[in-house]
């Protein structure tokens, strides 16, 4: 019996260009055919007991009938096989299943690059350039819709008990609703769990940003398992945090930092904006809440004269604001910003930038579900400092502490 490597110089020994091998009629589209016609025919044997052409075959009540014809699609192109039959037509292949006009592997190709934030449009010219498939946006749009339940079933998931720290945020993204293009508010979560990995809790959608639909988010995370936050992280919409606490009573709400200084600036023109954020700067890497509150006076001592809003908003949030003093460094650089979960808005925006808008809510599900997907698998490993930080928890919520 010949070799591997003889059987490929045998094969090779014609090759002189690219096309030779992987062309309309190359040597790899060629083998793909023979292969899956080989595989189906031991499947027929396998399937009536007995070889072609065995006298055991005789009065067995069944046998071989022919072959139909079948296109199918991968990344080879189109590519016409035969299809064996048997009188019964009992026979079902299972490597081109009855029904199946797609090669395993194509409709991950089409899923992928539906995650990328590629059209449907942008995928049927793609897979035409590439692979020379004339595929219809009607396809690319059935394949991706078998996501749909996916999307369901990890929406609706059960949620670990504990999530030490839990970010919460909403993006802004085109849909289409009741005929008319509008904004809608689609809220995320993201929970740093008790090994110090992120993880996307679930995502909600409604047409506007408020604390009110908040609260019905943080009630569906407790309805599905979460009973304990130890500090959840927002931005500082009104009524927020009290819907957060109306529901995990214990749970600490820290406002970012960040949005509290970006709010700031807005009331500042350029030229002072650097003075102004490293002045702000003192009050909240200050090592005490005291000195935090000292800075704040000096602070506003200086600048109300000029910009009075800015100390009198720290005062109005001072509550929300000096949780993160009561913890470590380790800690503080975990809670003192939404960073987290802005950074993944900003990754969706870059997927969702292609689209004018979506037509529906689940279009729109289905595309972020894809690219969350594709997010977290880089999530691998836990946020900086954590075993410190999980120390740290231990001493401070040690009767809401797991067993480990």
């Not at 790899?28 to 070889?51: F, I, S, V």
């Not at 406002?255 to 030229?271: A, G, P, Q, T």
């Not at 698998?377 to 040690?398: C, G, H, V, Y």
Request: proline share 4%; hydrophobic share 40%.
């Amino acid at each position: 019996m010949a070799t591997t490597d003889e059987l490929l110089d045998i094969l090779m020994k014609d090759y002189k260009k690219p096309e030779d091998l992987i062309g309309e009629n190359g040597l790899l589209k060629q083998l793909t055919k023979r292969l899956l016609e080989r595989a189906m025919q031991a499947e027929m044997t396998d399937h009536l007991g007995y070889d072609k052409h065995s006298p055991s075959g005789n009065n067995s009540g069944n046998s071989r009938n022919g072959a139909s014809k079948k296109t199918i699609t991968g990344e080879f192109g189109n590519l016409d096989i035969s299809v064996p039959r048997d009188r019964n037509s009992t026979f079902e292949p299972v490597i081109i299943p009855k029904g199946e006009t797609r090669f395993t592997g194509f409709d991950d190709k089409i899923i992928s690059m539906y995650s990328l934030g590629m059209t449907t449009r942008d995928i049927q010219r793609h897979l035409e350039e590439i692979y020379g498939v004339d595929v219809s946006p009607g396809l690319i749009s059935q394949v991706t819709d078998a996501i749909s339940e996916e999307v369901t079933l990890w929406r609706n998931r059960p949620l670990d008990e504990v999530y030490p720290i839990v970010y919460l945020d909403a993006v802004r993204i085109k849909v289409r609703h009741d005929s008319k293009v509008i904004n809608k508010a689609v809220y995320l979560a993201i929970g740093v769990n008790i090994h110090g990995i992120k993880e996307v809790l679930g995502m909600w959608t409604a047409e506007n940003e408020g604390a009110k639909f908040w609260l019905q988010v943080v009630t569906e995370l407790k309805n599905r398992g979460v009973k304990e936050i130890f500090i959840a992280c927002v931005d500082g919409l009104k009524g927020f945090p009290e819907a957060i606490e109306s529901v995990f009573p214990q749970t600490q709400v820290q406002l970012c930092i960040v949005h509290m200084v970006r709010h700031s600036l807005n009331y500042v023109s350029w030229k002072q904006r650097k003075e102004v954020a490293a002045d702000l700067k003192t009050i909240y890497q200050a090592p005490t809440v005291d000195m935090a509150a000292a800075n704040l006076e000096t602070f506003a001592d200086k600048w109300d004269a000029s910009h009075p809003s800015i100390a009198k908003s720290w005062r109005n949030n001072w509550e929300r604001i000096i949780p993160l003093f009561s913890y470590p460094p380790e800690i503080r650089k975990a809670i003192y910003t939404t960073n987290a979960i802005e950074s993944l808005n900003m990754s969706l925006r870059k997927v969702t930038k292609n689209r004018g808008h979506f037509p529906n809510d689940d279009a729109m599900f289905k595309l972020l579900y894809l690219a969350l997907r594709n997010i977290a698998k880089k999530w691998t490993m836990p946020i900086r400092d954590w075993k410190s930080a999980l120390n740290q928890f231990s001493i401070l919520f040690e009767d809401r502490m797991p067993v480990l």
